[in-house]
């Protein structure tokens, strides 16, 4: 694996791969992680690394757009985000109002649907405002699908499902015996996604409790790169890497 963008480019001007328009994954997660270390490597405070993460994310989103990704899911802050000091939090929450602000115009011309994933409860009224005014103008649209995990866990979604259920087959309206993958899907918050074909994290290599079910089969790839330094060329290398994956799901295949 290949994990600086030096090394990437010189890597990209002697193997002349191209990315296969065909082969493109439907579904790509990131878990954008480093704001912090970014920002202090410059003696910056740790919400400069996060205001810098934002170019990343309209980078990124510009980018997959412009590939045919079909779902683009950015992990923005998971339920343990809130252990954090509260300065950091309240400005981690203004941010969706600012990226809004800047780029909303762009995704409604450019078909782009916005969707919250995780708990609404606990977020701030200004920061769901912003988020559900997004939803709705996007609503109609039939384009990539823009996914914020935010206040996002995947413990709390199993958790959640295991009680929805619970009380459905309590009141008679699920039998138990017709619980099985296919039903547990449809009680998480991705019920109306396609699993990620590829999750992306930058800087760390853990889940961080990210979509712990819908990544079952999902192609991982790690770079050792700040979020705020990841730019297209990082995302292109990932797909390209994706391209070069056999997927199996636990059956064998002929060029394998
Ligand atoms: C990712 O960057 C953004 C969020 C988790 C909200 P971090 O803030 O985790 O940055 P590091 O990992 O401390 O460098
Ligand atoms: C994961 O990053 C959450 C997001 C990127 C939103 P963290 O920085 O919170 O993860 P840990 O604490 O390093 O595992
Ligand atoms: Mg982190």
């Known amino acids: ?96 109002q600012d990226y809004l602000a800047s780029e909303l115009e762009d995704l409604v011309q450019k078909n782009v649907q916005i969707r919250l994933l995780g708990t ?36 709390a979604e199993i958790v959640q499902m295991v009680k929805e259920i619970s009380s459905k087959v309590k009141s008679e309206e699920i039998d138990s015996d017709q619980i099985d993958e296919k039903l547990v899907g449809q009680f998480l918050h991705s019920s109306e996604m396609i699993d990620p074909d590829l999750l992306i994290r930058t800087k760390e290599i853990r889940l961080s409790n990210f979509m712990l079910w819908q990544l079952a089969y999902t192609e991982l790839w790690f770079i050792d790169v700040y979020w705020p330094d990841f730019r297209r060329e990082n995302f292109e290398q990932a797909i390209l890497e994706y391209q070069r994956r056999v997927r199996r799901y636990g059956t064998v295949k002929e060029d394998s």
């Open 1 to 96: 694996m290949l994990h600086n963008l030096k090394k990437w480019l010189k890597w990209k001007k002697t193997n002349k791969e191209e990315l296969l328009l065909e082969n493109i994954p439907k579904h790509v997660a990131i878990i954008m992680d480093g704001n912090g270390r970014w920002a202090k490597k410059r003696g910056l405070p740790r919400v400069a690394g996060h205001r810098a993460g934002m170019k990343s994310v309209t980078e990124i989103t510009r980018a997959a757009h412009e590939l045919g990704v079909e779902v683009l899911t950015l992990y923005a802050f998971s339920t343990e985000n809130w252990k954090r000091p509260k300065d950091e939090v309240d400005f981690l929450m203004k941010l969706p």
């Open 120 to 155: 609404e409860e606990g977020l701030p009224s200004h920061t769901l405002q912003a988020l559900f005014e997004a939803r709705q103008r996007t609503e109609q649209n039939t384009g990539m699908i823009l996914n914020f995990a935010l206040n996002y866990g995947s413990r």
